[in-house]
């Protein structure tokens, strides 16, 4: 967590979460439904009782496997993760179930929620589980009673506290937040939003409306605004420099394009998921940094949903998700993984490496606890009316 003071109460090292109220339609659509150990190092499978898991797992696993062999060989995952994300995942997990096909639809971050309120108040919700980084949807949402299926993975004992970002909710990867820019139409890298401000402050013509943040009235957004500006002292000062000329946008796959196709200098509050994986691809033009006076890290939030059609199955993903193996896959897929154990090659990133390139004391780490609605009101009124007009 990062070494300023912080503007609410209560210690920043649990994962800070919104009240969604004031940002979706979670809470009416709910009216709807009336309702550590340390990382160890590499594990090799042994006696678990069954074949090629690790000797940690419950004796009685093969149970959950036979179960999942009987339920039809699907799986249906509502998720704000795109497909070059997924695929590596999806590919070593089909590798080791192979009588399992996996549907990962991709969603907006608060639709993930809403979606699924809206199928179980109808009695018929085919998701087996959700995956989402928006931070308080997910609170409003898990917060809610039968809303989440109650359980542990065995991966859990080998990860650190943090996996567990609330009950029936773990940490798929922990993805930091970053400064993205067109490095053919910004001579100088900026390195913070402070460096922001002061190359707006510099040319204020070159840079009015060619700045693109996040819309703080989604999930996502408020998130990550809102614990920036919690955290550092000096945030409101800088954010009153450069969003004046900000334009906000729903998705950091909107703000990669419009970054790379000039309409955009360079944005802030951007996905690593989506960052890191434009750079790679875009032969120098986009580079993609994490912010010297805070970066911002969220946990990526995965779930079983309480009536899932395939729970044995869904049960098999986590454990997956979690492990070695998988842990290995989520960071060849371009998000940020986090277990000790993973290799560190060309193209894959961890949450370790963001602790050596930002500093441990200059990481914000997103507690899930939920945001009053006034203080959500308060907070987006405050940044809205600050942005360009």
């Not at 503007?7 to 994962?15: I, L, Y």
């Not at 160890?40 to 009685?60: K, L, N, Q, R």
């Not at 590919?91 to 399992?100: G, H, M, S, T, V």
């Not at 032969?283 to 010297?292: E, I, Q, W």
Request: glycine content about 8%; proline content about 6%; aromatic content about 8%.
């Amino acid at each position: 967590m990062i070494g300023f003071s912080t503007a609410r109460s209560g210690s920043h090292t649990r994962w800070r979460v919104a009240g969604i109220a004031a940002l979706t339609a979670v809470t009416t659509v709910a009216a709807l439904v009336g309702c550590s150990s340390s990382p160890s190092t590499t594990e090799t499978p042994a006696a678990s009782g069954v074949a090629g898991e690790p000797s940690y797992y419950p004796a009685d696993y093969s149970k959950i496997i036979a179960a999942s062999k009987k339920e039809g060989g699907t799986l249906t995952i509502y998720s704000n993760t795109d497909q070059e994300n997924w695929a590596p995942i999806l590919r070593d997990f089909q590798a080791k179930y192979p009588w399992i096909t996996v549907s990962a639809d991709k969603l907006e971050s608060d639709e993930v929620f809403q979606r699924q309120l809206r199928e179980m108040a109808t009695g018929n919700a085919p998701a087996d589980m959700l995956v989402s980084n928006a931070v308080q949807a997910w609170s409003s949402y898990a917060s809610k009673p039968g809303t989440v299926m109650d359980y542990t993975s065995p991966e859990m004992a080998k990860l650190p506290e943090f996996a567990q970002l609330m009950p029936g909710v773990a940490a798929m990867s922990l993805d930091p937040v970053g400064i993205a820019y067109n490095t053919s139409l910004m001579a100088k890298a900026p390195t913070s939003v402070a460096d922001l401000a002061t190359a707006i402050a510099a040319d204020p013509g070159k840079y009015q409306g060619k700045i693109t943040t996040r819309d703080v009235k989604g999930a996502w957004g408020f998130s990550v605004s809102d614990a920036f500006a919690a955290e550092n002292p000096k945030a409101w000062s800088t954010l009153g420099k450069v969003l004046p000329s900000a334009r906000p946008e729903t998705s950091s796959g909107t703000q990669k394009e419009k970054i790379l196709a000039g309409e955009y200098l360079a944005g802030f509050f951007i996905s690593s998921a989506v960052g890191y994986p434009a750079e790679a691809q875009s032969g120098g033009l986009l580079k993609f940094v994490l912010p010297k006076d805070g970066t911002v890290v969220l946990g990526r939030g995965i779930g079983i949903t309480p009536k899932a059609p395939h729970p044995a199955t869904a049960k098999l993903f986590l454990d997956f998700v979690l492990s070695e193996a998988g842990q290995n896959a989520v960071a060849e897929g371009g998000l940020s993984s986090y277990r000790d154990n993973v290799k560190l090659t060309e193209g894959r990133h961890t949450y370790q490496e963001v602790e050596k390139l930002a500093g441990k004391d200059g990481i914000i780490r997103v507690p899930y606890e939920v945001v009053s609605e006034s203080d959500v009101n308060s907070f987006v009124s405050k940044w809205d009316g600050m942005l360009g007009k």
